[in-house]
């Protein structure tokens, strides 16, 4: 694979096309798309409430019962969990080689499936209403 070098010190962009290029993209649009939201995030959860005030039935009865803040929050912890495995996927391609690279590898990939099902899982079919103890 020819790597493009570029005068800046962040990761050298792929030549050509294909796979690596894909992800090389969505790295730097996941890493925009998670300043914006973990910004905004920020920003309406401890800037316009109150945190003092917020507890687990507060996100379950006032935050989740829309769908707007279910998909917003869905989509924020998609964005870190590809952000962080496609990071770690270059890093170990960096440091592992030959068959312990593939190992590492599909049990990463494995990880990273069971960590978004599990969150769309959780996000998706948390109930409204925290019962009270």
Known sequence: ??????PSSSR????????ELAV?????LTGLGLFVLVLSHYLILHVLYDPAKQDASWIATLRWS???WRAYDWLMLMLVLFHAFMGMRVVISDYVDGRARTVVL?????????LLATGTIVVF???NVVPKA
Not at 12 to 19: D, I, L, Q, R, S
């Open 106 to 114: 599909s049990l990463l990939y494995l990880l990273a499936f069971a």
């Open 24 to 28: 090389w993209y969505l790295m730097r």
């Open 125 to 127: 079919t948390l109930p």
């Open 1 to 6: 694979m020819s790597i493009q070098r570029s």
């Open 66 to 68: 829309s769908t707007f």
């Open 12 to 19: 050298a962009k792929p030549v050509g096309g294909g796979f």
